[in-house]
């Protein structure tokens, strides 16, 4: 498969406490912002603001509350690019579109309420329809699959063609794979070596591999911070390389840069 020429860079901005890799470091709202700030001028496409951690174990936030720390901050960097809202909520995704985002990254595939896929096609809005093997609390207790692979395809395949029918338009869907959101070290390496299998469902694909646990289980040491940045960034380019449209991250700056010189050798290659 020929890889976009110019994927997407979705930079990570968590407005929580409690985020697997900088909770609390943005709970402000200007600290959020002044984030938010940087990302763009590192080179973001899109930010994706969520106000509720969905790492394992997390306890789930109610709107009121989540609403109230992503809102102020989308109000504020909306006129700057794109802005998507990270959440499972079909009031969060009605109050962020309202104040300026134009993408709904779901991790329950807008299956997490029976109101999520009229509201998607009510808004008109982006969705990324993301797999997740259970719920934040539960997901990495024993994830289990008799073909992961397949799975995941199937059941996003499934969700798409759900949201077409309540009356999204297929343009504005994408899918997610759910790396490390009930998965094993092996199933999310299983799912990088095989992403042809969604991108061959003909919706663009994101992929967020971004400081996961898998990387730490793969090359040993590192934590969720900047010790998985050589991790992260090889994820990055091998769903690149598999036809990713998009690659979610924390370390914009670093990804930028690392596509940037995949491009450039391709086009060096291509001239030979």
């Known amino acids: 498969m020929t890889p976009p020429l110019h994927p997407l860079v979705m930079g990570i901005l968590n407005v929580t406490p409690d985020s697997f890799s900088d909770g609390?470091?943005?709970?402000?709202?200007?600290?959020?912002?002044?984030?938010?700030?940087?990302?763009?001028?590192?080179?973001?496409?899109?930010?994706?603001?969520?106000?509720?951690?969905?790492?394992?174990?997390?306890?789930?936030?109610?709107?009121?509350?989540?609403?109230?720390?992503?809102?102020?901050?989308?109000?504020?960097?909306?006129?700057?690019?794109?802005?998507?809202?990270?959440?499972?909520?079909?009031?969060?995704?009605?109050?962020?579109?309202?104040?300026?985002?134009t993408i709904w990254n779901d991790v329950a595939a807008l299956a997490g309420s029976p109101e999520s896929l009229s509201a998607a096609a009510e808004l008109g809005c982006g969705v990324v329809l993301m797999h997740m093997q259970g719920d934040p609390r539960t997901m990495q207790v024993a994830p289990d699959?008799?073909?992961?692979?397949?799975?995941?395809?199937?059941?996003?395949?499934?969700?798409?063609?759900?949201?077409?029918?309540?009356?999204?338009?297929?343009?504005?869907?994408?899918?997610?794979?759910?790396?490390?959101?009930?998965?094993?070290?092996?199933?999310?390496?299983?799912?990088?070596?095989?992403?042809?299998?969604?991108?061959?469902?003909?919706?663009?694909?994101?992929?967020?591999?971004s400081r996961k646990s898998f990387i730490e289980h793969v090359a040993g040491d590192g934590s969720a911070g900047r010790g998985r940045l050589g991790g992260s960034v090889a994820a990055a380019l091998a769903a690149v390389r598999a036809g990713a449209a998009a690659v979610r991250v924390h370390d914009v700056a670093a990804t930028v840069q690392a596509l940037a010189v995949e491009r450039a050798i391709a086009a060096a290659r291509s001239d030979v």
């Open 145 to 209: 699959y008799d073909d992961v692979v397949a799975e995941v395809a199937q059941f996003l395949d499934a969700r798409a063609q759900a949201a077409v029918a309540a009356g999204v338009a297929p343009a504005r869907i994408w899918l997610d794979p759910g790396i490390g959101f009930g998965k094993t070290r092996a199933h999310n390496l299983e799912l990088l070596a095989h992403l042809d299998w969604l991108t061959a469902l003909g919706f663009p694909v994101l992929v967020g591999a």
């Open 24 to 101: 609390g470091r943005y709970l402000d709202a200007a600290a959020a912002i002044a984030h938010g700030e940087r990302l763009i001028a590192e080179g973001a496409d899109v930010l994706d603001i969520g106000g509720e951690s969905t790492r394992p174990g997390a306890d789930p936030v109610d709107a009121a509350e989540e609403i109230g720390r992503v809102i102020p901050v989308i109000a504020a960097l909306a006129g700057r690019t794109r802005i998507s809202v990270d959440t499972m909520k079909p009031a969060v995704a009605r109050a962020a579109v309202a104040a300026g985002a």
